[in-house]
Structures are given as structure tokens and as C-alpha cells.
């Protein structure tokens, strides 16, 4: 099963001082928007979000049809395909993407421990 792009979505009390600290240990910002809350930041191939006031857990963040850089794949596993393999392996998903539909979509599980998983197709 191929998710796509990964990373994870820290929810912060405080974006500048998060930013600074993820700073410190070499991330850059590479995305987002500072004045809607939200950034961003790479080292690498390693890839975090910064999000204040948008959700009250980290998530586990998976992109199908991007790549590590977030630029659109020729070819990948849609998400609905995705949705529909999870469901056939027994997970419960509390957010479905609306089989009805093409292009941007997402689905949310949440594993044993209670960790929020949010597979957010874009293209």
C-alpha cells in the first residue's frame, strides 16, 4: 500500500516559538502560512507541520499522489482505493472520503494508542 508523502503534524500552543525551536535543530520553513496559523518545515527528507489551534493531537500525516517534496506523482494509489483496502483489512475509519468524488479528498483512523492517522490527498 503506497500513502504517499509523509510526515507529522504537531499541534503547537505557539507557532513562532515552535518554529524557532524546530529551528535549532535545522529545519527550514518550506510551506504554509504564518498569518493562518500553520508551517511547514523540512530538514531533509524529514518533514513536520506546525499547526496552532488547529487540532488538539499530533497526527500522523500521509499525501497520496505527492512525493517527499510535495510535487504531484504521475501515478499513484488514490485515496478512495486506499479507503477501500483499510476497510477490507478491518480498520475503522472515523472520517471517510466521499466514494462519489474525484481528486482531493482525505480519510482519519486513529491506531491502539489513540494517535490520530489522516491520509490527505491533495491532488
Known sequence: MELGAF??????????ASKAFYEKFGFQ???GDAAQNWLI???GDHTIGLFQGMFEKNIL???PGWNKNAEQL???TDIRELQRQLKAAGVELIQEADETT??????????????????DQHV
Open 7 to 16: 510526515s507529522v503534524s504537531l499541534a503547537v500552543k505557539d507557532l513562532e
Open 29 to 31: 520553513v518550506c510551506g
Open 41 to 43: 518545515l523540512r530538514n
Open 61 to 63: 500525516t500521509f499525501n
Open 74 to 76: 504521475d501515478a499513484f
Open 102 to 119: 474525484t481528486g482531493p479528498a482525505s480519510l482519519t483512523a486513529v491506531d491502539p494508542d489513540g494517535n490520530p492517522i489522516l491520509v
